[in-house]
């Protein structure tokens, strides 16, 4: 069976934003698809630790899975991608570089190791959108470009979310699934 990982933002869970619409989709198409609600993800000092083993513990991640990304759920996926094969992986409103807030320090132990992603994935893609408040789309065009994936830029849609844009589908997505 084909299978799907969705990581979701900070400050938000698993049936906020586009995931539940994503998540109908995905199964429609046959995929077994798991969006854990991320421990310490809504708290001031998240844990990518604790995120990592969490999701380790309860999901096989496998050679043909897909895994999405959003906001700090792309560094949870990059970190999932720097140990494990997988299909396809989706950075949605997602960066790469060292964070310097102090509550993301405990995502930033080690820089992101860009090689051994593009070892482990087959496709990446990075979704940005023309004016999210967060990451440009610039900053997110450079991450591709180190990752080796395939730049969507997407007109009016914020960080994705459903506060900040009234984002609850992305259909684009759906192009890049089989």
Same mark, same amino acid.
């Given at each position: 069976?084909? #299978?799907?990982?969705?990581?979701?933002?900070?400050?938000?869970?698993?049936?906020?934003?586009?995931?539940?619409?994503?998540?109908?989709?995905?199964?429609? *198409?046959?995929?077994? @698809?798991?969006?854990?609600? $991320?421990?310490?993800?809504?708290?001031?000092?998240?844990?990518?630790?604790?995120?990592?083993?969490?999701?380790? *513990?309860?999901?096989? %991640?496998?050679?043909?899975?897909? @895994?999405?990304?959003?906001?700090?759920?792309?560094?949870?996926?990059?970190?999932?991608?720097?140990?494990?094969?997988?299909?396809?992986?989706?950075?949605?409103?997602?960066?790469?570089?060292?964070?310097?807030?102090?509550?993301?320090?405990?995502?930033?132990?080690?820089?992101?190791?860009?090689?051994?992603? #593009?070892?482990?994935?087959?496709?990446?893609?990075?979704?940005?959108?023309?004016?999210?408040?967060?990451?440009?789309?610039?900053?997110?065009?450079?991450?591709? *470009?180190? %990752?080796?994936?395939?730049?969507?830029?997407?007109?009016?849609?914020?960080?994705?979310?459903?506060?900040?844009?009234?984002?609850?589908?992305?259909?684009? $997505?759906?192009?890049?699934?089989?």
């Amino acid at each position: 069976m084909k #299978k799907a990982l969705i990581l979701h933002a900070w400050y938000s869970n698993p049936s906020d934003n586009w995931y539940p619409w994503l998540k109908g989709k995905l199964e429609g *198409k046959g995929y077994e @698809v798991y969006i854990p609600d $991320l421990p310490t993800m809504g708290t001031k000092l998240p844990n990518m630790k604790k995120q990592l083993d969490f999701v380790e *513990k309860n999901f096989k %991640l496998e050679k043909d899975t897909i @895994v999405f990304g959003h906001s700090l759920g792309t560094l949870l996926a990059m970190r999932l991608a720097e140990k494990h094969p997988l299909n396809k992986m989706f950075l949605i409103a997602g960066w790469d570089f060292n964070d310097l807030t102090s509550e993301h320090r405990l995502f930033w132990k080690t820089p992101i190791n860009h090689k051994n992603i #593009k070892t482990h994935v087959k496709e990446i893609f990075v979704i940005s959108s023309d004016n999210d408040p967060y990451i440009t789309a610039i900053t997110a065009e450079d991450m591709c *470009k180190r %990752l080796a994936g395939k730049f969507i830029l997407q007109k009016g849609k914020c960080h994705f979310s459903k506060k900040l844009g009234g984002v609850t589908q992305i259909p684009k $997505l759906l192009e890049f699934l089989s």
